[in-house]
């Protein structure tokens, strides 16, 4: 009985291995992160003050943007909803 639990210790520790073994190797690969949804990434540590204060402007300009173009959104969607509902009380009346 004692022999199948040491079988079994040696299995599971081979499986472990060979897991973190991938682990590792897909860790260290370099893996491009500019696609179509993402840009190149900007590591901001590196950056001259100045290029910060710019890049942080530059950032809050481009979240303004998203933010109300969101908003826009919403507003026309709520105003679309709003008029289907009347119509839709007005056609059962």
């Given amino acids: ?5 040491y079988i ?18 897909s860790f260290q690969q370099k893996m491009s992160y500019h696609t179509k949804l993402y840009k190149t990434l900007v590591d ?7 290029e910060f204060s710019s890049f942080k402007k530059r950032l809050q300009q481009k979240n303004t943007r998203s933010t ?8 026309l969607s709520v105003i679309v909803t709003l008029v289907l509902v009347y119509n839709f009380l007005e056609y059962i009346k």
């Fill in 44 to 50: 901001h540590k590196k950056m001259s003050p100045t």
């Fill in 1 to 5: 009985m004692a022999f199948v639990g």
């Fill in 68 to 75: 109300i173009k969101n908003i826009v959104l919403v507003l």
């Fill in 8 to 25: 079994a210790a040696v299995i599971a520790k081979k499986t472990n291995d060979a897991r973190k073994e991938r682990r590792k190797a």
